[in-house]
């Protein structure tokens, strides 16, 4: 089912599609030509609830420990990721799927949201940007209560993805140091981390599978999941301080995670209740991921 409002084009899909179908899909070739990127389709799914069974294999995976009546705050994604791969495989999609690069993951969640909650999803994309290393883009994924249209959504994210090209105008990322930590671990990690995630995840990227099919792709060994790092980091938090019912996380993703390996987490309370965090390599020289959490 299609519908329409005066600037975007809706599809109304019959289930959340499979991972590896989508894929498939990725690899095909596109037309030479494409339409300008305006943001103008969108893909949406009613009355999602979380398999218990996933959501029991993710807790395990990325370390939640507590709060078993809430989803995991990262969890959504696994909802969000196929339906952003439904939209950017259509061969009308103005870019290639493979060769883009997660920049930064955004995730705001106005209340905790129950394990057998039942959501409405809404997903689309916007107008490329001029970024220092090509051209960026957003895919814009949000929650509601099923049946609530026009509700302010429960759980939202905004994923920032590069397309390496010509660089053009736009900032450059620049990190600030953190104050001095109150919440400081190192995490070891196994080879298989990146099968593990995949399985529960959706998400089996080769370069997240094995060394032989990550260096097809230019990486020495298999990385970690840049939303696995992500849900690790808020799982920590979580344990150690607690997570507020209602708030914002954004991360940038700097350099990948080699599996396997091991990386250390530093959080520093900022403000009255705000975190930053690093996530780096044990000695801290090398940041792969840095973000922020806020109360809403």
């Not at 398999?51 to 990325?62: A, H």
């Not at 905790?112 to 809404?122: F, Y």
């Not at 993703?253 to 987490?265: A, H, K, M």
Request: hydrophobic share 40%; charged share 25%.
């Amino acid at each position: 089912m299609t519908t329409s409002t005066p600037a975007t084009t809706v599809r109304e899909l019959p289930s959340l599609p499979g991972t590896l179908g989508l894929y498939a899909r990725a690899v095909r070739p596109k037309p030479r030509r494409h339409p300008p990127l305006a943001g103008e389709d969108a893909v949406a799914l009613r009355g999602v609830v979380a398999d218990p069974e996933t959501l029991r294999g993710y807790r395990e995976v990325c370390g939640h420990r507590t709060a078993a009546d809430r989803l995991p705050p990262a969890f959504p994604h696994l909802t969000a990721f196929p339906l952003s791969m439904e939209l950017m495989t259509r061969r009308d999609f103005p870019l290639p799927v493979l060769g883009l690069v997660h920049l930064s993951n955004r995730i705001e969640q106005t209340r905790p949201i129950a394990p057998d909650a039942a959501l409405d999803w809404l997903v689309r994309s916007t107008t490329p940007r001029r970024h220092s290393k090509g051209q960026v883009f957003d895919v814009v994924a949000e929650a509601r209560p099923a049946g609530t249209d026009g509700d302010e959504p429960v759980w939202r994210s905004v994923s920032t993805y590069l397309r390496r090209g010509p660089g053009g105008a736009g900032a450059r990322a620049v990190d600030q140091d953190l104050p001095t930590p109150q919440v400081e671990e190192v995490w070891p990690l196994a080879a298989d981390l990146g099968r593990r995630y995949g399985a529960v995840s959706g998400d089996r990227n080769p370069i997240h599978l094995h060394p032989l099919s990550a260096r097809l792709f230019g990486f020495r060994r298999a990385i970690a999941h840049g939303m696995w790092t992500k849900a690790r980091v808020l799982a920590s938090l979580d344990q150690a301080v607690g997570l507020p019912d209602a708030f914002t996380v954004g991360v940038d993703f700097r350099q990948p995670v080699l599996l396997p390996g091991s990386i250390r987490l530093a959080a520093a309370r900022v403000g009255e209740d705000g975190w930053a965090f690093h996530v780096t390599d044990p000695d801290g020289a090398r940041r792969h991921l840095v973000g922020r959490l806020n109360p809403r």
